[in-house]
Structures are given as C-alpha cells and as structure tokens.
C-alpha cells in the first residue's frame, strides 16, 4: 500500500498477489463494503491494484478475492470485525 499526496485527500494504492484469481474487489467502510464499488485491476505476474483518492482518518479494508475475503498481507495492522475475523486498517494522514 503506498500514499501519495493530492490537497487534503490522499491517493492510496492497494495491491493484493493473487494469481490464480478471476475476479478481486477491495471492499471497506469507505465504499461501505460493497463489491461493485471497486474492482480491482490484474497488473500482470498475479498482482492486482486499485488506487482510492480517501480524506484523512482511518478505514478499516479486506479483499474479496473470488467471492473469499482475503486480508492484506502486506499490512499487519488489523482489528476486529463483527464477524470473529480481522479486517486491515489503513490511516490516511492530513
């Protein structure tokens, strides 16, 4: 996950490997959990993307990854879901 810097909102990218996956869509309380707000793009090599331009704060995040959720393995900071699982929290700085 990388930060870039766009006024006061930021651009975060988000990037998951997932070779053997037909479809991967990033899902998290900015886009309330829904699948159809932002799939993501195969980059080749079974890497997928999405770049989010989010206002500073805190979202908590997980990739569906054919219909299976699926944290990130690339960010260890987590919390709990109502669910008995953990999702990824990423921070957006000011």
């Not at 997932?18 to 195969?42: I, T, Y």
């Not at 908590?60 to 953990?86: H, I, M, S």
Request: proline share 6%.
């Amino acid at each position: 996950m990388a930060e870039a810097k766009t006024g006061k909102h930021r651009k975060v990218r988000f990037s998951i490997e997932a070779p053997e996956a037909q479809h991967v869509a990033l899902m998290g309380d900015f886009n309330h959990w829904d699948e159809s707000k932002h799939p993501m793009r195969r980059m080749g090599k079974g890497r997928w993307e999405k770049t989010l331009t989010l206002a500073p704060g805190q979202y908590q995040y997980k990739f569906l990854v054919d219909g299976k959720w699926r944290r990130d393995p690339a960010n260890e900071t987590l919390c709990p879901n109502g669910f008995g699982t953990q999702n990824n929290v990423v921070s957006v700085q000011p």
